[in-house]
């Protein structure tokens, strides 16, 4: 074989390789819905002076400082392998980010926030565990999920709470909620169209939401969170 063909065989595969490669994403840029092979989600605790619970969501994130982080890694089946049961202090603040990854190693939690399009079928919840929800506590002392994404993955704005996600969220557990453990589960639904603009700050830990919010569920994240008084420094 001369020196000429052997190019040419090696720009084949190449070429071949390549084509192969660009087709296995979905041609219509909406995410991959079972193909999730293994997920993590990254608990960072966040504090400073203005960084505070109000209402249904946080004031003063944007000059919060992180601390610590805690990763709870699930197999493809939403169970956790590693950090399961999180002992939470009840009055701290966490960031919550999701990490997935598909059977390529590929990591695709970007993927459901790529454009405002795309993140118009999706939402977050964090269900179960019977939570006292803040706006029903009498002293601001329950808990509180708050999807905040800030820019879509195509560099346009995110515009406020009907358009958050929830793939990057803030959470705490809250005082009123101490004591057993809870059990939660992280859930991405894909909903049926037009529904995301209707789901209110205080609908994320609803028993009935996938009665009320019609979709499918693409990921469920089960974990346990267990209260506890805290030894702030």
């Keep these: 074989m ?24 979905d041609d219509d840029n909406t995410p991959i819905r079972e193909g999730v092979e293994r997920s ?9 002076e203005e960084v505070e619970a109000h209402g249904d969501h946080f004031h003063g994130l944007n000059d919060a400082v992180e601390g610590e ?28 980010e999701l990490k997935a990854w598909d059977y390529n190693g590929q990591e695709v939690q970007h993927d459901f926030i790529a454009s405002k399009a795309v993140a ?10 019977d939570l006292i929800l803040n706006p029903d506590s009498k002293n601001e002392s329950g808990a509180i999920f ?3 994404e800030q820019q879509y993955g195509d560099g346009s704005a995110v515009n406020g ?3 958050t996600t929830g793939i990057l969220s803030y959470f705490t557990v809250g005082h009123d909620n101490e004591g057993p453990t809870k059990e939660l589960t992280y859930v ?22 996938t009665e009320v919010f019609a979709g499918e569920n693409v990921l469920e994240l089960k974990f346990e969170v267990h209260a506890e008084e805290g030894h702030h420094h």
């Excluded at 002992?87 to 919550?96: G, P, Q």
């Excluded at 118009?120 to 565990?129: H, N, P, S, T």
């Design 2 to 25: 001369t020196k000429y063909d052997k190019l040419i065989t090696l720009f084949l595969m190449v070429f071949t390789l390549f084509s192969l490669g660009s087709c296995s994403k």
């Design 40 to 48: 993590e989600l990254i608990l960072t605790e966040v504090s400073g």
């Design 69 to 96: 982080s805690i990763v709870i890694k699930f197999d493809e089946n939403g169970i956790a392998t590693s950090n399961g049961h999180l002992h939470l202090e009840v009055d701290a603040i966490y960031k919550i």
């Design 120 to 129: 118009d079928d999706y939402k977050a919840f964090l269900v179960g565990g």
């Design 146 to 148: 708050q999807p905040r």
């Design 161 to 163: 709470q009907y358009e």
């Design 188 to 209: 991405l639904r894909k909903l049926d169209s037009g529904l995301k603009g209707t789901i209110e700050r205080t609908d994320w830990n609803r028993k009935d939401y």
